[in-house]
């Protein structure tokens, strides 16, 4: 099962491959991070995401993220200050937020053959209509928020563990969610619809909820509540 605690796996495992590397001959280097599968094929969004952004997205840019973070994690590990630790604070940010955040982002998505824009009755049908009024509602606010992005970054529906209640959040760049438990994700960098879209962000909006995963999302909002 997919845990919503991405974020904080990602953490420990970077401090345990630390502590290891400490106790290791320095040529035992083992690279952590790796680049996850698809749970389904390139093609398999289409019409509404093209096989062309899905490989591209998946093989080039999520790859960089994950070569970018195990440099990173490398560079940090032979650090021999702290100095040169804080300076590799951004790289750290960028590549694990762009690792963490691309690795929810596939399970969000699923084929409309399976469970792709499919919302069905249940916790989470229950707790949008709840928050935003209608699911139209909800849809309507989370993409003229997310478009109104300057720049890059990413679109969420994000439960706040303190309202008890799901709201709709932003972050710039690469930077994952902290502040909410995140339940669906969409990336608004270029690379994810410029192909497609150019630059008309509301058509790829209103496209990508027929191949959101809301079964996905539930699970994630079951897990927390």
Same mark, same amino acid.
């Given at each position: 099962?997919?845990?919503?605690?991405?974020?904080?796996?990602?953490?420990?495992?970077?401090?345990?491959?630390?502590?290891?590397?400490?106790?290791?001959?320095?040529?035992?280097?083992?690279?952590?991070?790796?680049?996850?599968?698809?749970?389904?094929?390139?093609?398999?969004?289409?019409?509404?995401?093209?096989?062309?952004?899905?490989?591209?997205?998946?093989?080039?840019?999520?790859?960089?993220?994950?070569?970018?973070?195990?440099?990173?994690?490398?560079?940090?590990?032979?650090?021999?200050?702290? $100095?040169?630790?804080? &300076?590799?604070? +951004? %790289?750290?940010?960028?590549? =694990?937020? #762009?690792?963490?955040?691309?690795?929810?982002?596939?399970?969000?998505?699923?084929?409309?053959?399976?469970?792709?824009?499919?919302?069905?009755?249940?916790?989470?049908?229950?707790?949008?209509?709840?928050?935003?009024?209608?699911?139209?509602?909800?849809? $309507?606010?989370?993409? &003229?928020?997310? +478009? %109104?992005?300057?720049?890059? =970054?990413? #679109?969420?529906?994000?439960?706040?563990?303190?309202?008890?209640?799901?709201?709709?959040?932003?972050?710039?760049?690469?930077?994952?969610?902290?502040?909410?438990?995140?339940?669906?994700?969409?990336?608004?960098?270029?690379?994810?619809?410029?192909?497609?879209?150019?630059?008309?962000?509301?058509?790829?909006?209103?496209?990508?909820?027929?191949?959101?995963?809301?079964?996905?999302?539930?699970?994630?909002?079951?897990?927390?509540?």
């Amino acid at each position: 099962m997919f845990k919503v605690s991405l974020t904080r796996n990602v953490l420990q495992r970077s401090v345990a491959k630390r502590a290891a590397r400490a106790f290791a001959a320095p040529s035992a280097t083992a690279l952590l991070h790796t680049l996850p599968e698809l749970p389904y094929a390139y093609n398999a969004l289409e019409p509404f995401v093209s096989e062309e952004i899905m490989t591209l997205h998946h093989q080039k840019h999520h790859q960089t993220y994950v070569n970018g973070l195990n440099a990173a994690e490398e560079s940090y590990a032979k650090s021999p200050s702290v $100095k040169e630790q804080i &300076a590799l604070q +951004a %790289a750290l940010k960028f590549n =694990g937020g #762009g690792h963490i955040n691309h690795t929810l982002f596939w399970r969000n998505l699923a084929p409309t053959s399976g469970d792709g824009g499919k919302l069905t009755d249940g916790p989470l049908k229950t707790a949008i209509e709840s928050d935003f009024g209608s699911i139209e509602e909800f849809k $309507k606010a989370f993409n &003229a928020k997310t +478009a %109104a992005i300057q720049g890059s =970054g990413w #679109g969420w529906l994000g439960y706040n563990p303190a309202s008890k209640r799901l709201e709709i959040v932003t972050t710039a760049n690469q930077d994952p969610l902290l502040s909410h438990t995140p339940i669906i994700g969409i990336d608004i960098w270029e690379h994810a619809f410029y192909l497609q879209y150019k630059n008309v962000k509301p058509d790829y909006l209103n496209a990508i909820w027929n191949v959101i995963n809301f079964k996905e999302a539930e699970k994630r909002l079951v897990e927390v509540q």
